[in-house]
């Protein structure tokens, strides 16, 4: 799978974490779905509230659905938000795994982490 990156990936530790787990076919399938939101960003859905600003991509692999957890950084100019300019291409990657307790491991980890101020 060749794609145009338009971002490079950010892993942070507990997507790496995941992933080192798995075995060499899963992670892949994990690296080309990363490429895939790394090469169109708005892949994923939106979330709000305390999640506004993260999105999340959905995937399967041998029946089961996976999610991953990104933020794409933005900037800000006066009343608009538009995507962030081309001197720093990054996407941070929070986590991967199944749906089971996803949104709450993932709050917890950006709660100690000063997502929510």
């Known amino acids: 799978m060749d794609l145009l990156m338009a971002y490079l ?3 942070e530790k507990p997507f790496s974490a995941f992933v080192k787990k798995q075995h060499k076919p899963f992670q892949a399938v994990m690296e080309d779905e990363t490429l895939r939101v790394c090469g169109k960003p708005d892949i ?4 709000t509230s ?3 600003g993260i999105l999340v991509h959905k995937f399967k692999h041998k029946k089961q659905e996976y999610l991953i957890a990104y933020h794409v950084p933005v900037r800000q100019t006066g009343s608009k938000i538009e995507q962030r300019s081309p001197d720093f291409l990054f996407i941070d990657f929070y986590r991967l795994g199944a749906h089971e307790n996803f949104y709450d ?3 917890i980890y950006l709660k100690a982490n ?3 101020k």
């Open 9 to 11: 990936p950010n892993y």
């Open 44 to 47: 994923g859905e939106a979330k």
């Open 50 to 52: 305390d999640l506004a």
């Open 105 to 107: 491991d993932l709050k």
């Open 114 to 116: 000063g997502w929510y």
